[in-house]
């Protein structure tokens, strides 16, 4: 299975991006997926996730209410909408499917990564 994200780049603080995982090889539904985030010199940190069927979400509370995580299983995607982005929110943005858990312990097919740069 290969997951290709995409959607990072630089946007001003207070900007929205929305990024994109495409899952390719397996069939998407299977997998809950997630997004993780690393910066430079950090470590991994979870940033949210949903569910098989998309019915439950979880976020971290650096980003609950600013960031919204969704999924088309007809498209094989699932989608990270931020708004309201602050510099701290600067990373590379990493995709995760997993058939077991959903959250913070998901570590199982994981995309490249996309990086976002907040400029203050």
């Known amino acids: 299975v290969q997951l290709q994200a995409s959607g990072g780049g630089l946007v001003q603080a207070g900007g929205s991006l929305r990024l994109s995982c495409v899952v390719s090889?397996?069939?998407?539904?299977?997998?809950?997926m997630g997004w993780f985030r690393q910066a430079p010199g950090k470590e991994r940190e979870f940033v949210a996730a949903?569910?098989?069927?998309?019915?439950?979400?979880s976020y971290s509370d650096s980003v609950k209410g600013r960031f919204t995580i969704s999924r088309d299983n007809a498209k094989n995607t699932v989608y990270l909408q931020m708004n309201s982005l602050k510099p701290e929110d600067s990373a590379v943005y990493l995709c995760?499917?997993?058939?077991?858990?959903?959250?913070?312990?998901?570590?199982?097919?994981w995309g490249q990564g996309t990086l976002v740069t907040v400029s203050s």
């Open positions: 995760v499917g997993d058939t077991k858990e959903v959250g913070r312990r998901m570590d199982g097919y």
């Open positions: 090889g397996r069939i998407h539904n299977r997998y809950n």
């Open positions: 949903i569910t098989r069927a998309g019915i439950s979400t």
